[in-house]
């Protein structure tokens, strides 16, 4: 896997160089809910007056497989292609947007030719405001809370919170039952800087978003210049 992108190119889609030409370079695609996988191509054709190879197509991450199809890696000029991207949901929500990046023999390693973006759209049936309760180190202590809100076409409980450390201690408190909770979260007076994930367990049917996750954060002080 190429490690050496630079920010730039993980921020956005590359402009397409002359070699290769992509017929729709940032595919939005809607999952359904029970979904696992999700696959998607991106046609192809070489624009240049000469052969090219691809070397590699990633995108620099596990829930994201690429590979060029049939296994075919030069391309005669005019001649048209396909990269098939299949994506795993895991417990994602919302909308999740993934590069993929493309080198052509002869690009640096941190400079490939082209790339393309696989956005996906996700049902929320879940959703957590904020995802990350913050405090300041040396600043007041007291509760913050989590808004926890379904959208199902049958309640969805909570059935259980949890810290991942003693440093914090949740608690649910009920708005409307199977619709709408807030939880509760408190860290001690004694806590240190730190990270701390806040586990949600639902009774969703739908198993892959049953566990939520949140995060609760005591930072340092900002040091003065």
Partial sequence: MKHLVSCFLLAAVLPLQAELKFHTPVIDADAELNDITLVREYKFTNASNKPVKITQADAGCTCLAVEVA????????????TIRATFSLGNFQGTVEKPIYIWLEGDPEEAPSASVMLRVHIPVIIAL?????????GGSMGPKNIDVKMDYDKPIHIKSVSTSNETFTARIVTIEEGKHYKVEV????????GLCIVRIETDADVEKQRIQQAFAVIASPSKKP
């Fill in 186 to 193: 408190t860290p001690k007076e004694t806590a240190a800087a």
């Fill in 70 to 81: 049939a296994g075919k890696f030069t391309y005669a000029p005019g001649e048209a292609g």
């Fill in 129 to 137: 405001e904020p995802k990350t309760v913050k405090w300041q180190l």
